[in-house]
């Protein structure tokens, strides 16, 4: 390899870098695992490609600059009408046809990824009246974003094997662009100030070469000789090193395009061999369905197998800097749960059998789940969600209800999981939205659950006592879901006081947690500048609670349930042109700003799609009309059948290109959402929630008999009263004996705590109906041989 020696490059480091739209219009990979790149497509150009996994995008875009070098200069992704379609029904191949206003020529694409190299091709064909394309100039331009990030990037233009191509670098990650015809130009320049974009919009002319920008924010340009032909195969490969990348890229082109597309095609056919025929559940011929297959199968890592992230897309990317990284391509357990679920309703495992093992390689010391992380477990955000630590529980017992075959051991990692959420459990410090602590609905009605679960797997596993202790947990936990989560001075709606609130807000580290829905102010981040954040928590509601029904802990004709679905109908719920969204809450502020304009860590939040489905669900339970809610989700997707997080919920705005029930700037494809429908097909398809757990349903929704009364005083909620009746089940993390009375010390008993292979000790004591005297006691600890040193007490009412 030899870099050119050309003139010398101004501009450094160039305009700050930004990363692109999130609501992408395709989203691609190949199905083989030594193809280790993927790429997405937004407004008729490649966006972000992620290599060598699929949390780590390596680029902003790559798009073609067209001009006739005299009187006009078009950008694909600004000046061309884009129109995007699938190559197939079942593989995730694209064409693109970008064409001019005036009809006078246009740029087809066809998009894949080599099927087994890091290599992304793209076949272009110049079209229109030979006479005027004659004269055109067409120019490659990249935007290296190397090592997730646009700063840093050294870009460099070289000879070798006699071909002059581009190349850039960063922290050992390299990319090499080419194609199967010559490049006559060629520039490395800082963007804004001298790429190639700077540089044609000057005089429709490419007038810099500079062979190399290094430290910056670069753009990469190449003018191609279309002397012979107007149809050539554009390829950008990766690698661990220049040789590596550029050998990548030489192989790549070198094989036929037809020859790669049809390999690419025939993998993906491979991946339908034992997917279920819902089609005919669809509204839409099966459409939605297949594309949604396909999307939560690319999801998946190559590297670290099992590992699916949320979305490849990076919300509101446009405003994004290299300091936000994340972005949705990240693991987060509660989402990538519910997509391997999909997968399982549509009746593929596989992949699901590699989530639980790689689930099982990421869990904590200590039991818990990171709120997300990188696919190599590297976690991102540092907070704690129970629900996304009985997710995986969850996942293990659909498996295992599947009758799938594991020979990997998960049993470990059940009880490491039940074991967390015992111990730091019921507050949560975060619910599924991320943003608060507290008693959440739908965090309850996923740890109640997930406990019944793992203690099916206990007794499976010949651990009666364990099993009866994680059950009567969970007892406790849904005998005061009403008394946490029910507010009884509702306000929203007229003549409705009893209904589920989004969560009763209390921080975890207050050992005597607020427990009233009536009482308490909620913090709602994300408020616009100059307006208050705060609530009364019993006037903010969610569709949480649909969870309750959704697993089998209450009833969907519940009468609470059915006020509150009223309630989040009156409050929550967008009429659009293709059917009904709802929001998440109401004074939700992650959202696209009040004017249209992006989030910028302030917003008003809009209607979600997977919350269509999660109604339909409902829906289904209580025997209403479910159509309605597939016809409204497939509605929402894009041509290309991507179901967007968010979709636009007012008045259309033509200036910033909000409509309606469309997508807004958050992110799409969201695999939540494609998981949400496929199960709601397949719920539809079998006349029965997918979700619902019998376990459940059996223990809570008949006779009752096997539930226990059970009042839990631990260290991280010091209850100060119990019921007549009840058991009073006193619980600490290491091995005790509890020093108590319930006569005010007139008598006295010293009982020694019972061990549990959760790291949970306990002592129950039976709180007869004719108790008057409240109990008191101490704690003597065993291995430390020492007092605790003071005295609680505990009411009886």
């Known amino acids: 390899m030899k870099i050119l020696n050309q003139t010398q490059v101004f501009g450094s480091p160039g305009i700050d870098p930004r990363w692109t739209h999130a609501n992408k219009d395709g989203v691609g990979t190949a199905y083989s695992t030594s193809s280790q790149v993927w790429f997405t497509i937004w407004n008729g150009v490649v966006t972000e490609i992620y290599h060598p996994t699929v949390d780590k995008p390596q680029i902003r875009d790559l798009q073609y600059l067209i001009s006739d070098g005299k009187s006009f200069f078009h950008e694909e992704k600004r000046h061309l009408r884009s129109q995007v379609e699938h190559l197939w029904t079942h593989g995730l191949g694209f064409r693109i046809t970008n064409s001019d206003p005036q009809g006078r020529y246009a740029v087809i694409k066809e998009v894949i990824a080599d099927p087994?190299?890091?290599?992304?091709?793209?076949?272009?064909?110049?079209?229109?009246?030979?006479?005027?394309?004659?004269?055109?100039?067409?120019?490659?331009?990249?935007?290296?974003?190397?090592?997730?990030?646009?700063?840093?990037?050294?870009?460099?233009?070289?000879?070798?094997?006699?071909?002059?191509?581009?190349?850039?670098?960063?922290?050992?990650?390299?990319?090499?662009?080419?194609?199967?015809?010559?490049?006559?130009?060629?520039?490395?320049?800082?963007?804004?100030?001298?790429?190639?974009?700077?540089?044609?919009?000057?005089?429709?002319?490419?007038?810099?070469?500079?062979?190399?920008?290094?430290?910056?924010?670069?753009?990469?340009?190449?003018?191609?000789?279309?002397?012979?032909?107007?149809?050539?195969?554009?390829?950008?490969?990766?690698?661990?090193?220049?040789?590596?990348?550029?050998?990548?890229?030489?192989?790549?082109?070198?094989?036929?395009?037809?020859?790669?597309?049809?390999?690419?095609?025939?993998?993906?056919?491979?991946?339908?061999?034992?997917?279920?025929?819902?089609?005919?559940?669809?509204?839409?011929?099966?459409?939605?369905?297949?594309?949604?297959?396909?999307?939560?199968?690319?999801?998946e890592d190559k590297t670290y197998p099992g590992a699916l992230i949320a979305s490849m897309a990076i919300p509101w990317g446009e405003t994004k800097d290299d300091q936000d990284q994340g972005g949705y391509h990240l693991v987060w357990t509660r989402d990538m749960v519910s997509s391997v679920a999909g997968l399982v309703a549509a009746g593929e495992t596989d992949t699901a059998v590699r989530s639980l093992i790689y689930l099982a390689t990421s869990q904590q010391e200590d039991g818990g789940f990171a709120q997300n992380f990188w696919v190599d477990g590297e976690p991102y955000w540092q907070g704690i969600q129970l629900d996304e630590v009985a997710f995986p529980i969850l996942l293990a017992w659909l498996l295992h209800q599947e009758k799938v075959p594991l020979n990997f051991d998960i049993y470990p990692m059940i009880l490491r999981a039940a074991g967390y959420l015992i111990r730091h459990g019921p507050v949560t410090q975060q619910e599924r939205w991320e943003e608060c602590s507290g008693y959440s609905p739908s965090t309850l009605a996923c740890n109640i659950a997930g406990l019944i679960c793992a203690a099916q797997f206990a007794r499976e596993h010949g651990d009666e006592a364990t099993a009866e202790f994680i059950e009567e947990y969970a007892d406790f936990l849904e005998s005061h879901i009403e008394d946490w989560t029910v507010t009884t001075e509702g306000t929203l709606v007229p003549g409705i006081k009893r209904h589920y609130i989004r969560i009763t807000p209390t921080d975890i580290n207050n050992p005597q947690p607020n427990e009233n829905p009536n009482q308490g102010t909620l913090f709602i981040s994300s408020q616009p500048p100059g307006e208050s954040g705060e609530f009364p928590a019993k006037e903010i509601v969610d569709g949480g609670f649909l969870q309750l029904v959704r697993y089998g802990i209450r009833k969907p004709d519940d009468p609470i349930i059915v006020?509150?679905?009223?309630?989040?109908?009156?409050?929550?719920?967008?009429?659009?042109?293709?059917?009904?969204?709802?929001?998440?809450?109401?004074?939700?502020?992650?959202?696209?700003?009040?004017?249209?304009?992006?989030?910028?860590?302030?917003?008003?939040?809009?209607?979600?799609?997977?919350?269509?489905?999660?109604?339909?669900?409902?829906?289904?339970?209580?025997?209403?009309?479910?159509?309605?809610?597939?016809?409204?989700?497939?509605?929402?997707?894009?041509?290309?059948?991507?179901?967007?997080?968010?979709?636009?919920?007012?008045?259309?705005?033509?200036?910033?290109?909000?409509?309606?029930?469309?997508?807004?700037?958050?992110?799409?494809?969201?695999?939540?959402?494609?998981?949400?429908?496929?199960?709601?097909?397949?719920?539809?398809?079998?006349?029965?929630?997918?979700?619902?757990?019998?376990?459940?349903?059996?223990?809570?929704?008949?006779?009752?008999?096997?539930?226990k009364s059970l009042e839990i005083w631990k260290f991280n909620r010091q209850v100060s009263q119990v019921k007549k009746g009840q058991t009073l089940r006193i619980q600490a993390l290491a091995s005790f004996q509890l020093h108590w009375s319930d006569d005010n010390w007139q008598t006295l008993q010293d009982t020694p705590s019972t061990s549990t292979k959760l790291g949970v000790n306990f002592v129950d004591i039976p709180v007869s109906d004719h108790q008057q005297q409240p109990i008191t006691f101490t704690f003597f600890w065993i291995d430390s041989n020492k007092w605790e040193e003071r005295n609680y007490t505990i009411t009886v009412s």
């Open 116 to 299: 087994h190299l890091s290599c992304i091709l793209q076949h272009t064909k110049l079209t229109g009246e030979r006479e005027f394309i004659s004269q055109l100039h067409l120019y490659a331009l990249c935007a290296p974003h190397l090592e997730v990030g646009g700063r840093d990037n050294n870009g460099y233009t070289v000879e070798v094997a006699g071909l002059n191509i581009l190349v850039a670098e960063k922290g050992g990650t390299w990319l090499a662009l080419g194609a199967t015809v010559p490049f006559t130009r060629l520039s490395c320049g800082y963007v804004g100030r001298s790429d190639g974009w700077t540089d044609l919009a000057d005089n429709f002319w490419m007038d810099w070469q500079f062979d190399s920008a290094v430290d910056g924010n670069l753009a990469l340009t190449g003018k191609l000789n279309l002397a012979q032909s107007q149809e050539f195969t554009l390829g950008l490969a990766f690698g661990t090193s220049v040789h590596n990348a550029i050998s990548t890229l030489f192989q790549s082109l070198n094989l036929p395009f037809e020859h790669q597309k049809q390999q690419y095609n025939e993998q993906w056919k491979q991946s339908r061999n034992d997917i279920k025929s819902l089609e005919n559940v669809s509204c839409d011929e099966g459409k939605l369905y297949h594309s949604s297959v396909s999307l939560l199968l690319a999801h």
């Open 563 to 707: 006020d509150s679905v009223k309630v989040i109908d009156a409050v929550l719920k967008v009429d659009t042109p293709v059917g009904s969204c709802w929001h998440r809450y109401n004074h939700d502020g992650y959202g696209q700003q009040k004017d249209g304009s992006p989030y910028t860590g302030w917003g008003k939040g809009r209607a979600w799609p997977l919350l269509t489905g999660e109604r339909g669900h409902y829906e289904l339970a209580v025997g209403g009309d479910v159509k309605t809610y597939i016809k409204a989700m497939e509605r929402f997707a894009s041509d290309t059948c991507l179901l967007p997080e968010q979709v636009w919920d007012e008045t259309d705005k033509p200036d910033v290109h909000m409509y309606l029930g469309k997508p807004t700037g958050s992110a799409m494809p969201l695999m939540w959402a494609h998981a949400e429908y496929i199960k709601l097909l397949r719920s539809t398809y079998d006349g029965q929630v997918f979700d619902f757990i019998p376990a459940v349903a059996n223990r809570y929704l008949g006779e009752r008999k096997q539930c």
